[in-house]
C-alpha cells in the first residue's frame, strides 16, 4: 500500500485563483483500491467539497457531506464510481467552498491498495433494505390531447449519493406515496446513482429520471439523461451545448434561490428553467415569474422540483408537481423516462402546487383550467381572461407560457 499525504494551508488568494484544486495521486497498475480521507478543523465559515476524478475520467463528488471515500473494482462509496482503477494520475479534488480570512489547513490522505472497509456503503445498503413499497394515492385523471396522457413529476431530488439523507430507494418510496409518476435524481456532481435507477424504479412502481444537479457558486443546472458526467469545473456556457450533444436536457435549477440563484453568463439559453421552485412559499411574490418573463416566457419550458434532501426540507417530493404530458401508449417504470424527457423536449408541461391542486393544462389549442374557479389567465401580453368554474376551457390564443392568478393576487397554476 502506497500513501499519499498532502497538508497545506489553503487562503482566499487560493480561492481567488480557482475554487477547484486538484492534487495528484499515482494509480499502479492492478491496483485493488483507493481511499482518501480529507481533514477539516473546526474552523468556523470553513467549507471545504471533495472529489475524484480518474486518469480516464471523473469518479465522483461528495461535496461537503463526507471526508472520506473509498473506490474498488467491485464496490465505492455513495456519490463514486465503482469500476477497475485505471492507472496512471488520478486526482483527488478539493473545492474551496468557503475559506475563513485567517485560511484553513487541510490534510488530505490518499491511499492506494487493498481497502479494508468502504466508508458508507454498509449504511447505505441498510438504509435500502428498510424501505417498503408504499400504497399509492388514487391517481388524478386529467383530459389530454389525443394520443397523450399527463403524467406527474418531480424534477429535483437528493440522496445520500450526494448530500441528501436517504437512499434512492426512498426517493421513490416518497415519490410514490406523493402519487408521483415520476422523479427525477438530481444528485450534485455526480452520477453514481444512475446505476441503481432502472431496477428501483422497477420494484416501486415509478419511473426514476437520471438527472445530475451540475453545482457551482454561481448557479445550479440539473442535466437529464443518462449522459455521462458533465464537468462542472468548466464554464456553465458549454454545458448547454455538451448536454445537448449527448441527447440530455439542460435546465436553470432555482434561478432566485438565495445564494445558489444563478449568475452565470450563457450565450445560448436552455430550454428548461426550474421556474417553481420549493423555495416560492410566498406565491404573492412575483419574482420566479418576473424572471421567467424575463428568461423568456415563449422560449422556456417551466418544470417544479422540490429539491428534497431530507425531513427538514421546505416541501416533499411532489410539491410542487409538474405534469408532462407524454405518449399514451408509455407505461411503467422503464418507459416513462424517455416518454417524459420526449414531453419536456417537446414543451408539453403544467406546474401545480401539489398533486391534487389547481391546475392549467394546454392541449392543443385549448386551455383547461381545473379546480380553479373565480381565477384570471394571465397571457404573454399581460391579456386577462375569467376563469368562472371549477373546469372551465379557453381557447389559446397567444403562444408561451401563461399563469392563473386568484384574487388576491396568488399564483395557482403555470402552463408551458
Request: glycine share 12%; proline share 9%.
Amino acid at each position: 500500500m502506497a500513501v499519499t499525504t498532502y497538508t497545506q494551508r489553503w487562503t482566499l488568494d487560493d480561492r481567488a485563483e480557482s475554487v477547484w484544486h486538484s492534487l495528484p495521486v499515482d494509480v499502479p497498475p492492478g491496483c485493488a483500491g483507493l481511499s482518501v480521507t480529507l481533514t477539516v478543523p473546526p474552523v468556523e465559515d470553513a467549507v471545504i467539497d471533495l472529489g475524484c476524478e480518474g486518469a480516464n475520467g471523473w469518479r465522483g463528488w461528495s461535496g461537503g457531506a463526507r471526508q472520506a471515500f473509498a473506490i474498488t473494482p467491485e464496490a465505492a462509496t455513495p456519490g463514486y464510481l465503482a469500476g477497475d482503477l485505471e492507472p496512471g494520475t488520478w486526482w483527488v479534488v478539493i473545492g474551496l467552498h468557503r475559506v475563513p480570512v485567517e485560511g484553513v489547513e487541510l490534510v488530505v490522505e490518499a491511499s492506494t491498495g487493498p481497502v479494508s472497509e468502504i466508508p458508507g456503503l454498509s449504511e447505505y445498503i441498510a438504509a435500502t433494505d428498510a424501505v417498503a413499497v408504499p400504497a399509492r394515492p388514487p391517481r388524478r385523471s386529467l383530459p389530454a390531447a389525443d394520443g397523450l396522457r399527463w403524467v406527474a413529476a418531480d424534477f429535483h431530488a437528493h440522496s445520500l449519493h450526494s448530500d441528501g439523507s436517504t437512499p434512492v430507494a426512498n426517493l421513490a418510496a416518497l415519490g410514490v406515496a406523493a402519487g408521483l409518476d415520476l422523479l427525477a435524481v438530481t444528485d450534485h456532481n455526480t452520477v453514481s446513482h444512475h446505476l441503481e435507477l432502472p431496477a428501483v424504479g422497477k420494484r416501486f412502481g415509478i419511473g426514476l429520471l437520471p438527472g445530475q444537479e451540475v453545482t457551482t457558486e454561481s448557479g445550479h443546472a440539473n442535466a437529464f439523461g443518462a449522459i455521462g458526467a458533465i464537468d462542472f469545473r468548466r464554464p456553465a456556457a458549454t454545458w448547454v451545448a455538451e448536454v445537448s450533444a449527448r441527447g440530455g436536457l439542460l435546465s436553470i435549477n432555482h434561478p432566485l434561490g438565495g445564494d445558489c440563484s444563478w449568475r452565470q453568463p450563457l450565450p445560448s439559453h436552455p430550454g428548461l428553467a426550474e421556474v417553481w421552485h420549493s423555495s416560492w412559499l410566498d406565491r404573492r411574490w412575483g419574482g420566479p415569474i418576473a424572471w421567467w418573463q424575463a428568461w423568456g416566457l415563449g422560449t422556456t419550458t417551466p418544470i417544479g422540483g422540490s429539491d428534497w434532501h431530507n425531513p427538514s426540507s421546505l416541501t416533499p417530493p411532489g410539491t410542487p408537481t409538474t405534469w408532462i404530458a407524454v405518449d399514451a401508449a408509455a407505461e411503467g417504470a422503464d418507459e416513462l423516462p424517455a416518454a417524459v424527457m420526449a414531453g419536456l423536449a417537446a414543451g408539453r408541461t403544467a406546474i401545480s402546487a401539489g398533486y391534487n391542486e389547481p391546475v392549467l393544462l394546454r392541449n392543443d389549442n385549448e386551455f383547461v383550467a381545473l379546480g380553479a374557479p373565480n381565477t384570471v389567465l394571465i397571457a404573454p401580453d399581460g391579456a386577462r381572461r375569467p376563469v368562472r368554474t371549477s373546469a372551465e376551457t379557453l381557447p389559446v390564443t397567444q403562444p408561451g407560457g401563461h399563469v392563473l392568478v386568484d384574487h388576491t393576487g396568488r399564483f395557482i397554476a403555470l402552463s408551458s
